[in-house]
């Protein structure tokens, strides 16, 4: 008679979502060394662009996937630290989705017209490991590749860059998966998420219910590699790449994202300020 493991779909979905989660978060995380954005003459005398959230505002976005399920961001700068002549925010991103809630904080600066972004995914792997502990036992837990930044060019012009820095995030988890009265079956979930450089592609004017914003629209990708096997079943292998889209504003920050991969999409729009 052959085993089924019914968790294992559970825990490979798991794994794919906690990282797209951490692109997620660390869509919301762009700060500069100054509370409000001022001119910067450096690129040939032009006003520098500076895609940030107004410290002291609240800003609401709503994220639609297209399966039809729906969730709610709520982001603001949280703090302003001075760290040896050097402003560090923390920006607090309350993420409300599938009738659960969390809250992710990250830093972020900006020196020399690049913001830079500490990217915050290990609060998200945390996330994935209180999960998987509901319906498996982890008896090894490894994550490599932290830290890791994102950088954007603050004069936001076609073909600005948007770089990141830090090794392939790696998760490796050992389990014992319990399959009823038959007592348990030892797994291995192997993850790898891979981000891909990208680029400003175009400065143009879009409409959100919070109203018309003039933006730079930026592309990159990311490839996620999950493999899950255990001891009675063959490896689940999977590869995809996530095409990111993504809009800033000036004194904003997101305005809109769009995520596109092989199992569907994902849109989250600015809807308020306050």
Known sequence: MKTKIAPSMVISRFAKSALALA??????????????????????????KVFIPTKGKTYSYKITDSDGETGDIITKVASTKDSAGLTVHTIENFVRENEEQRTYLSKAYAKGGTTTNVLPYPVVLKELQNQINDIAYISKFEVTGFPQYQFLE???????ALTFQGDPIKVLM?????????????????????NKNGKAVAEESITT????FKCTKWEYSYDVYT?????????????ETIQVTLWTAPGVGIVKTIE??????STTELRKVE
Do not use: Q, Y
Request: hydrophobic share 25%; glycine share 14%.
């Open 23 to 48: 692109v997620l978060a660390m869509s919301f995380t762009a700060c500069k060394d100054d509370d409000d954005p001022k001119p910067d003459g450096g690129d040939g005398g032009e006003t520098e």
């Open 154 to 160: 603050n004069n936001g012009k076609v073909n600005s």
């Open 174 to 194: 050992e389990l014992e998966i319990p399959v009823g009265d038959e007592g348990s079956v030892l797994g291995k979930l192997e993850a790898r998420m891979t």
């Open 209 to 212: 219910p919070a109203g018309e």
């Open 227 to 239: 493999k899950f096997e255990t001891e009675v079943t063959a490896p689940e292998i999977s590869t």
């Open 260 to 265: 596109k991969g092989e199992d569907g999409s």
